[in-house]
């Protein structure tokens, strides 16, 4: 398997790890995300409340209460490209 598709199974996988535990499986809910990212990015789901419900709001870009896994992955990709900057 080329890194590429590597990559692309385990972003697949790390959303799938985490969605549909409290609804559908195709999203991931604010409880879903907060543990995915306490789990998957250490120190980033150890905020307070009100900074998780703002993280949230900003990757809920079409405001249906759930992250789906495009607006998933735009978060992945813009996180990608700020730890790629020199």
């Keep these: 398997m080329s890194g590429l598709v590597h990559a692309m199974a385990i972003l697949t996988d790390t959303f799938q790890k985490y ?3 409290e609804g559908d499986k195709d999203t ?3 409880g879903e995300l907060t543990e995915l990212l306490r789990k998957e990015l250490p120190g980033a789901g150890d905020s307070n409340k009100a ?3 703002n993280f949230f709001s ?3 870009n079409d405001k249906d209460g759930i992250v ?3 607006e998933y992955v735009t978060f992945v990709t ?3 490209v700020l730890c790629n900057q020199k």
């Design 19 to 21: 969605s549909g535990k």
């Design 28 to 30: 991931l809910t604010k």
């Design 51 to 53: 900074a998780v419900d």
């Design 58 to 60: 900003m990757l809920d």
């Design 68 to 70: 789906d896994f495009t």
């Design 78 to 80: 813009a996180l990608t």
